[in-house]
């Protein structure tokens, strides 16, 4: 790891451990189904497609992975355009694909429109890169939050513990701790 460098965001493209990683996360169906969250008005196939899907719709495995690889590049797009232009390593870079593909661009770069940019995003504009990663561990939803227990991370949270799961992952991987298939 001693001879990495950081690149410029901007050069960075998801790596195909990064790649794997998301369509091991999401798995596989050839069929649409209810989003766990939002239920038929987000039909989901393939490796968590959800754009122009309907309910009933069908993609083979290997028109899945080619929409996998598409649906990414525009989750980079977007970050590249709302995140601050700082070097990143790889990892950095693959873990927060991975987790703008699972919670959208928006919610990594924003609070939202009142509060402005996330405390991921500022926490990299000021060059922390690991309080960045720490922040990873404050998408610890999915859905609304009304009491302590509703959140992933809670102990007593049975519904969205592989949300939780995720977000130790994608943290340990924007640290370099954890990479697919090997070390950084």
């Keep these: 790891m001693a001879h990495e460098v950081r690149n410029s965001l901007i050069a960075l493209t ?6 794997v990683y998301i369509a091991q996360r999401e798995g596989y169906s050839e069929k649409a189904y209810p989003d766990p969250v939002h239920g038929t008005k987000v039909a989901t196939v ?9 309910m009933g719709d069908t993609l083979p495995p290997v028109r899945a992975l080619v929409r996998l690889r598409a649906d990414a590049g525009e ?9 601050p232009n700082m070097p990143l390593y790889q ?18 770069c924003k609070n939202n429109a009142r509060t402005g940019p996330s405390t991921l995003a500022l ?13 990873f561990l404050l998408y610890d939803r999915a859905g609304p939050v009304n009491k302590p227990s509703d959140r992933c991370s809670h102990p007593d949270n049975r519904s969205c513990r592989g949300v939780w ?18 070390q950084p």
């Design 91 to 108: 990892w950095e870079w693959d873990a927060l694909v991975g987790l703008a593909y699972n919670t959208g661009v928006t919610t990594v």
């Design 46 to 54: 393939g490796f968590g497609t959800t754009g122009g899907i309907k």
């Design 165 to 182: 799961t995720d977000r130790q992952q994608l943290h340990a991987m924007c640290l370099g701790e954890a990479q697919q298939g090997g």
């Design 123 to 135: 926490r990299l504009q000021a060059g922390d890169y690991k309080g960045m990663c720490e922040a």
């Design 75 to 83: 989750f980079e797009l977007g970050l590249k355009r709302c995140l």
């Design 14 to 19: 998801l790596s195909a451990s990064g790649l």
